[in-house]
C-alpha cells in the first residue's frame, strides 16, 4: 500500500531561505506537496506539480516558536492578499505556496536583507553566550581563587573546557563569516542585484550536528579512560531527555507561551 504522507528531517539556516523553498518546490514536482512542520517536514502526497514555494523570515517571530503565533497569522493574512498562501512555520520562518498568477513580491529585496541579518545575528549572539560565560568562569576561577582551581587540572574537565573554546572559536568563526557575508551582500543591493540565500556557511546544520556528537562523544571517552565512567551514564541521561522534550515539543507544537507547561506535564 502506497504511503500517502511522509516525513523528512530537515534542518535549514535562515541564510537558506533560498534553498529550503527550492526544496520544497522540488518536492511537489514529485508529487510530495508540504502540509505542515511536525516532528520535521510532512508532506502529503498529490499529483505532480510544479508549485512554486517562497520561505520568509518573520522579524517579529522566535526561535523558540514551535508554531505561528498572532503575529505571524496576521502576516498571513497580509501576505495572501499578495498572492501567497501561507503553509505553516516554525520559529521566524515562514512558509508559502504561490496561489495567484498575478503574485507580488512579498517584501522588498532590502526588507528580507534586514530580516535575515537580524534572525542570524540573534541566533549567533545566543549560541556564543554560553561558551564565552563558562570560559568566563572557569578563568575567573584560576585567576581569583587559583587554590581551588587544581581540582580543574583533570583530564576530563580539560577536555570540557577544550570542548567550550571550540564552540566559543567556531561562533566566532561563524560570525566573521556573517559580517563578510552581510557586507558583500549589501554592495549587491547597492548595486541593484539580487542577494541569493542558499548557503549556511559555519552553520550549517551538518557541521553544528557533527561538532556536538563529537563533543559529547570525546567526553564519554576521556572520563572512562580517566576512571570516571559513572559520568557517562549521566551524561546519556542528559542527551535523552533534552532529545525526547525536543521531540516533544515538535510534536505537540505548543504555542509561546504554553512551553512551561508542555514540560511540566513531560
Known amino acids: 500500500m502506497m504511503r500517502n504522507r511522509k516525513r523528512i528531517y530537515r ?4 541564510r537558506e531561505c533560498d534553498s529550503f523553498a527550492a526544496f520544497l518546490r ?7 506537496h508540504f502540509k505542515e512542520w511536525k516532528m520535521g517536514l510532512v508532506f502529503e502526497r498529490g499529483e505532480k506539480k510544479d508549485v512554486e514555494y517562497d520561505v520568509q523570515v518573520f522579524p517579529k517571530g522566535k526561535d523558540y516558536d514551535y508554531k505561528p503565533e498572532a503575529e505571524a497569522e496576521e502576516y498571513a493574512d497580509y501576505c495572501e492578499v499578495a498572492g501567497w498562501e501561507f503553509v505553516d512555520g516554525q520559529g521566524q520562518f515562514c512558509i508559502f505556496r504561490r496561489c495567484g498568477n498575478d503574485a507580488i513580491s512579498i517584501v522588498t529585496e532590502e526588507e528580507r536583507f534586514r530580516n535575515v541579518c537580524a534572525a542570524e545575528w540573534r541566533q549567533w549572539r545566543r549560541d556564543v553566550i554560553w561558551p564565552a560565560l563558562l570560559l568566563s568562569l572557569d ?6 581563587c587559583p587554590t581551588s582551581a587544581w581540582g580543574l587540572y583533570d583530564n576530563v574537565i580539560l577536555c570540557v573546557i577544550a570542548i567550550f573554546v571550540i564552540c566559543l572559536l567556531w561562533s566566532l568563526m561563524d560570525g566573521a563569516w556573517l559580517l563578510s557575508w552581510g557586507r558583500a551582500q549589501k554592495k549587491k543591493l547597492e548595486a541593484g542585484e539580487k542577494v541569493s540565500y542558499h548557503k549556511a556557511g559555519p552553520r550549517a546544520y551538518s557541521l553544528i550536528g557533527l561538532r556536538n556528537n563529537i563533543g559529547i562523544i570525546a567526553i564519554g571517552v576521556l572520563a572512562y579512560q580517566a576512571g570516571h565512567g559513572q559520568v557517562i551514564v549521566p551524561i546519556v541521561f542528559f542527551v535523552l531527555a533534552v532529545s525526547v522534550l525536543d521531540a516533544l515539543f515538535e510534536y505537540l507544537r505548543p504555542k509561546g507561551e504554553n512551553l512551561w507547561v508542555v514540560a511540566m506535564s513531560g
Open 26 to 32: 522540488e518536492q511537489s514536482r514529485k508529487g510530495w
Open 139 to 144: 578563568l575567573w576561577q584560576w585567576v581569583l
Open 11 to 14: 534542518k535549514f539556516s535562515y
